[in-house]
């Protein structure tokens, strides 16, 4: 048996009842394959691959907080710190009823190989609870927010571990947690990126995602002979990165016709009303059955069904393991012809390899997402010179940062005999920075 099949079921062996773990795991490695074999040996010895899988050090713990009614109510918190191999733990807390230690995992190990993509000295974490933000009001999401940092506040700081927001966790909550922390520390430092512009918040970091996104999109089809302009687009997600894809997508000449949240979806064959948009998810909070008042020609539908639509281009921006092999065939026979990840890790593995068989250009989270933790390390940068860029600023560093990772990822995918395929050139050229620094670091 092969080192890369030997690690992945150890790994599955080492960590039941963890699906999503096992399916990242999986995707990297058999991606690496070709370099691992090159040099195994010496990967072996080491233990290479075992110390990459198996998290630094994994934190769980109890977050209890008083509801509205004076009813205790007890939820799981957790952080899971992946490698520091070339520098501090950074990645997002999820707030989400789904949240569990695999999909922490999951998302803390995808953290390593991005935070890698964008060049700056990030490693990889993740953390959050299976708190649900949802219907509770601000002085219940405060309480919350209030406990989780009191236990997480031992583990992380500005040259240690520096969490960031994600699903669930924005402005509000963001503000709480570092409220709480520098309370308790009695330090005010760079340790929670996203948070506002008041307190040492980056101008362009809450853009940055749904940004970046596009400007690696943009960029993948110039690099295949393709304009960006003019193409028809389906987006999944209504949150933070699906709104500023959606708003980006738009200012670069194309149209998205497509959104949706947990209930439903929306069609309007205009183009969404960004404006409208924003103020039903970002202000008042509500669901995208409300569109259709701003917006009387569109379509609302219930339930799953966005990768239906015929369109050039498909942005998945929700959750993991949205776009399933079902949807891939849709895509591919309506004529889409790229498919790029907003979100992390939302196509399921056979519907990558089937849409990448069927020469659909397809660009994985990890290198198509990086833009939101890029712009996360450059507030952390803009903390720690006490500074504060312009939006032009940050924008610029963020496309550029992004148009090198196009580059980076088709390089490495070349140079293994791989050409245009991005999801084994986002791992090689990933992995090569962080392997490197685990060598000159020893065995740790």
């Not at 198996?54 to 939820?75: A, H, L, M, S």
């Not at 700056?120 to 219940?140: M, T, V």
């Not at 940092?149 to 669930?168: C, R, S, W």
């Not at 790229?338 to 990558?352: H, K």
């Amino acid at each position: 048996m092969s080192y890369v099949d030997e690690v992945i079921e150890q790994v599955v062996k080492q960590n039941p009842a963890e699906p999503e773990f096992h399916q990242a795991v999986k995707e990297v490695l058999e991606s690496l394959r070709v370099v691992v074999e090159a040099n195994e040996e010496r990967y072996r010895k080491d233990a290479l691959l075992e110390r990459l899988v198996n998290p630094e050090r994994q934190i769980k713990f109890r977050v209890p907080w008083i509801d509205d009614q004076g009813q205790v109510q007890v939820n799981t918190g957790y952080r899971v710190q992946f490698s520091s191999a070339i520098g501090p733990y950074k990645g997002g807390l999820r707030l989400h009823p789904s949240v569990n230690l695999g999909i922490i995992k999951f998302l803390g190990f995808e953290q390593i190989f991005k935070n890698s993509l964008t060049g700056l000295p990030i490693g990889g974490g993740k953390g959050g609870s299976d708190f649900d933000p949802k219907g509770k009001s601000d002085r219940e999401v405060m309480a919350f927010c209030q406990s989780f940092i009191t236990e997480l506040y031992k583990y992380i700081g500005a040259d240690t571990d520096v969490p960031a927001g994600d699903i669930g966790t924005g402005a509000r909550e963001i503000g709480y947690m570092y409220g709480q922390y520098k309370r308790i520390r009695g330090v005010y430092e760079g340790v929670l990126t996203g948070k506002g512009l008041s307190y040492g918040g980056s101008l362009a970091r809450t853009e940055a995602t749904g940004y970046g996104l596009l400007y690696l999109t943009e960029e993948l089809l110039k690099m295949n002979g393709m304009e960006l302009t003019g193409k028809t687009i389906a987006v999944s997600g209504s949150g933070n990165v699906a709104i500023y894809a959606i708003q980006k997508a738009q200012q670069l000449g194309a149209k998205v016709v497509t959104c949706s949240d947990s209930t439903g979806w929306i069609y309007d064959e205009e183009g969404i009303d960004v404006a409208a948009l924003k103020e039903i998810k970002e202000v008042k909070r509500a669901r995208l059955t409300e569109y259709k008042n701003y917006c009387p020609n569109s379509e609302y539908h219930e339930g799953k069904g966005v990768w239906s639509v015929k369109v050039d281009i498909a942005l998945p921006c929700a959750t993991q393991n949205e776009l399933d092999l079902e949807d891939a065939k849709i895509l591919v026979s309506n004529g889409c012809i790229g498919v790029f990840e907003g979100a992390n890790m939302p196509t399921t593995l056979e519907a990558t390899e089937y849409l990448q068989a069927n020469g659909v250009i397809f660009a994985p989270g990890k290198a198509a997402n990086a833009g939101g933790v890029a712009t996360s390390a450059l507030e952390m940068s803009q903390n720690s010179e006490r500074l504060s860029w312009s939006f032009e600023e940050v924008d610029t560093k963020l496309k550029e940062i992004m148009i090198n990772i196009c580059h980076n990822i088709s390089d490495a995918a070349e140079r293994y005999g791989a050409k245009g395929n991005y999801v084994v050139g986002a791992n090689i050229a990933g992995f090569e920075k962080v392997v490197d620094a685990m060598n000159a670091q020893g065995i740790v």
